[in-house]
């Protein structure tokens, strides 16, 4: 891949492209996140059809497996009228050898507005966007261990339904975070915000480089990590980004990093519990705990397709 780099912004200061949340002002976060509570209400909790896009043509461009995502960003952009294109990476010409830059290309002489792209090498999005033929934005979906922002801002819009301070909220981010670019949005938006203290669980074998989280404490044992913390976000074991088996089996892994019921006990009474999906019960999460009180996990799949519309509007409406 070459250097070729985007700027997120157009030359009105506006976001042109949302490719990360590292380096996005709070102002801007926080406006996204507000647009996507107004667009809760105007769109009627998602049942009223809205118009802000009709005419503009969405494409995902989807070269990793996603269900969850992929159905978000296309309800957000059918929700707001836009045309939708879910390009079948399966049955298209990159299997024939075409490349990344001619496929994408050939769609912008079709004429397109929107590119969503998921990828597993990080950095794709901005290569797409730094070589882009037309002033179609790109909007990342996930690009390898590196990104994933419109996940960072709906896990921010979920907790900021129940929390009206972040400044005395303390946060667990626990699992395989190493290979996660969930836990790195995460961090982006949380800090951005104001939380008061994050931290960050894995075992060693899949623990960041502290360097990359100075803003972070890091831990090794969950049951030091999770005492008295306010909000417990799980992370998948991403075993198609690990190089071998980096973990002892699930069972083990379960009873040192699992959240059981029993665990999320050490947490704050009222401890919020957040996953991104897909989940692994029994591997980082127990089921009684999925699927109980404490979690938010669906309510984070519902805002997903909220923050999704909020970032296709503020990236396509009112624009030329
Ligand atoms: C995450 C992803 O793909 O990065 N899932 C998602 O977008 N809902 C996390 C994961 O795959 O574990």
């Known amino acids: 891949m070459d250097n070729a780099s985007a700027t997120p912004f157009d030359a009105n200061g506006r976001l042109r492209h949302l490719l990360t949340l590292e380096g996005l002002p709070r102002a801007m976060i926080v406006a996204l996140l507000d647009r996507a509570d107004d667009l809760r209400a105007q769109s009627r909790g998602g049942t009223r059809p809205l118009d802000l896009l009709r005419g ?16 978000s960003f296309d309800l957000a952009a059918q929700r707001l ?18 490349t990344l830059l001619d496929t994408v290309h050939t769609l912008e002489a079709m004429h397109c507005d929107a590119f969503v792209v998921r990828h597993k090498e990080s950095g794709t999005p901005e290569f797409i966007a730094a070589n882009l033929r037309s002033n179609a934005a790109v909007l990342n979906a996930g690009d390898g261990n590196r990104a994933h922002p419109t996940q960072g801002l709906l896990d921010a819009l979920t907790l900021r339904r129940h929390v009206a301070d972040f400044s005395r909220l303390c946060v667990a981010i626990c699992g395989d975070i190493r290979h996660s670019r969930v836990a790195r949005s995460d961090v982006h938006a949380l800090a951005a915000l104001g939380v008061r203290e994050i931290r960050l669980c894995a075992p060693p074998e899949l623990a960041p480089q502290a360097s990359e989280f100075p803003q972070c404490r890091i831990f090794h044992d969950f049951d030091e990590a999770i005492a ?4 417990a976000i799980m992370l998948r074991l991403q075993k198609e980004r690990m190089q071998a088996a980096a973990i002892p089996s699930e069972a083990e892994y379960f009873q040192r990093y699992g959240l059981s019921a029993q665990r999320l006990r050490r947490a704050a009474p009222d401890c919020r519990v957040m996953h991104p999906g897909p989940i692994n019960r029994g591997v980082e999460i127990a089921s009684d705990v999925a699927d109980g009180p404490q979690s938010l996990i669906l309510e984070q799949v519902a805002n997903g397709v909220f923050v999704r519309m909020a970032t296709l509007a503020e990236l396509l409406a009112d624009k030329a």
């Open 228 to 231: 008295d913390v306010d909000v």
């Open 81 to 98: 009228g836009a045309q939708v294109i879910n390009f079948d990476i399966a049955s298209s010409s990159t299997v024939k050898g075409e």
């Open 56 to 71: 503009r043509t969405v494409i995902n461009l989807f070269f990793e497996p996603s269900t969850r995502t992929r159905t």
